[in-house]
């Protein structure tokens, strides 16, 4: 207890202090200081997570100790809300009265309901005899995967998996991809909730045009628009020019969007000849292009416009929720690279002609409808799949979030969501409050890796 008690006194005094030790007045904002803090303790804890298998008992006890910690500060994050008050003569009156910020009352639950389900997944593999690991020392011939040799490799039986254990692990992975999608949801509307930093605004160029360059500009203001076409057409062959057209085109739509609510664009250095409509399909098409890369480059390092909204955030409640969501998404796509791992082995097993062929689900195409079944939890691994699961479905989102009504039922609802995790039924987690707002930020997530902003 006097160990943890003084763990406590130092995280804590991190945050006050700004992370400036020398406590001359210099560090960063709190915001800024907590959301360092999340990225820090989680590369702590997983940055070894290299194998599909249990978290050690004294990490996991870590993680959960120190998390609590860090969202501690979201009960003192309050807002002030109507309530009736009733009177002792039995008339009642209206009062106002303090209780958690709803987006962190609605989506604090939540994820950690997703941070749960992804230390569960890595306990399910806590049985499993069917694959085992090769050191990366190990000599060439044992290894089977060259893109990833710092990583130990999977290796399965000669045969391959058994049906039932292939069908464990896909369910296993479809169950991770979804965590990985509602944590990108939340990540995602919680910085289209940020301000755009004022320096981020001048750095920009003066029009779209010189932003993306004329190649790009010349396919999004061509009539006939095709993203694939686009795609395909540029030099995507490394991380960094993945991130470079994923700047530039987030600075275009920036750019356009301040163009649109000029009140008087004729007169402002901003003004250009492009009608208003015009601008509004160049920016629909400009998200367009965003949420492909978004969905087939999900690795790639945070954007230019997230870093300065995190650098320059001052709100503590949203760098809770940008910094936990974000290092939940980086765990899953750490859990599902892995998984793919395994499963990539089991095929070249049962396709020996294809072990040359490399798959990851870093490059994958944007995701279709899946028709076949999601397979059965791990005590239904040898019965026939279960109808899929749909976001919405796991997620538990309602089409009408707004309704007061739902919010209150909202944790009605997270006790028989515990409730089906200790009885071991597929989970559908609470409702993740998400606002009506136009922006591409909305449906454009990704993987964001815990140093990218430094």
Not at 68 to 86: G, N
Not at 232 to 246: G, T
Not at 270 to 289: H, Q
Request: glycine share 4%; net charge negative; charged share 30%.
């Amino acid at each position: 207890m006097v160990q943890e008690m003084e763990q406590m006194k130092e995280r804590f005094a991190k945050l006050l202090l700004g992370e400036d030790m020398s406590g001359g007045g210099k560090g960063v904002s709190s915001a800024l200081a907590l959301s360092n803090a999340f990225t820090n303790l989680a590369a702590a804890v997983f940055g070894e997570q290299k194998r599909l298998e249990p978290m050690p008992p004294e990490r996991k006890a870590r993680w959960r100790k120190e998390i609590d910690w860090l969202l501690s500060v979201t009960d003192y994050i309050v807002e002030m809300v109507p309530v009736q008050q009733k009177n002792k003569d039995g008339s009642t009156m209206e009062v106002m009265t303090t209780r958690q910020r709803t987006d962190l009352h609605m989506n604090i639950p939540a994820l950690r309901k997703l941070d749960t389900m992804l230390i569960d997944t890595l306990d399910n593999f806590k049985d499993q005899n069917e694959f085992y690991y090769v050191s990366k020392d190990a000599e060439d011939s044992d290894r089977n995967n060259d893109t990833k040799w710092w990583l130990p490799t999977p290796k399965v039986p000669a045969n391959g998996l058994s049906d039932a254990a292939r069908r464990f692990v896909q369910y296993q992975k479809d169950c991770v991809n979804q965590v990985l999608k509602a944590a990108m949801a939340i990540n995602a509307q919680t910085l289209s909730e940020m301000e755009i930093p004022e320096s981020y605004i001048e750095s920009l160029p003066k029009n779209g045009r010189s932003s993306l360059g004329d190649l790009i500009y010349r396919s999004i203001t061509d009539d006939f628009f095709d993203p694939d076409q686009l795609l395909s057409a540029m030099d995507m062959s490394s991380e960094h020019k993945i991130v470079d057209l994923k700047d530039r085109i987030e600075a275009s739509i920036v750019i356009w969007r301040r163009k649109m609510n000029q009140k008087d664009s004729s007169k402002s250095a901003w003004g250009s000849a492009v009608s208003m409509e015009k601008r509004e399909i160049f920016e629909d098409r400009a998200e367009t292009i965003l949420l492909l890369l978004k969905h087939r480059f999900p690795g790639t390092p945070q954007s230019a416009l997230d870093i300065s909204k995190i650098q320059f955030n001052r709100d503590v409640g949203h760098a809770v929720l940008e910094s936990y969501s974000r290092i939940l998404e980086s765990l899953a796509f750490t859990v599902l690279s892995r998984i793919e791992d395994v499963l990539l082995a089991d095929q070249q097993t049962q396709n020996p002609s294809h072990s040359g062929t490399k798959s990851s689900i870093s490059r994958n195409p944007v995701p279709k409808p899946e028709k076949s079944p999601t397979p059965t939890p791990k005590e239904e691994v040898d019965k026939s799949g279960s109808e899929a699961m749909t976001l919405s479905d796991f997620m538990g989102w309602n089409n009408d979030q707004g309704d007061s009504d739902a919010k209150k039922d909202h944790f009605a609802d997270s006790d028989d969501f515990d409730k089906n995790i200790d009885n071991g039924k597929p989970q559908k987690l609470p409702n993740v409050v998400t606002d009506k707002k136009v922006s591409y930020l909305e449906t454009l997530g990704g993987m964001r890796s815990p140093t990218s902003r430094h």
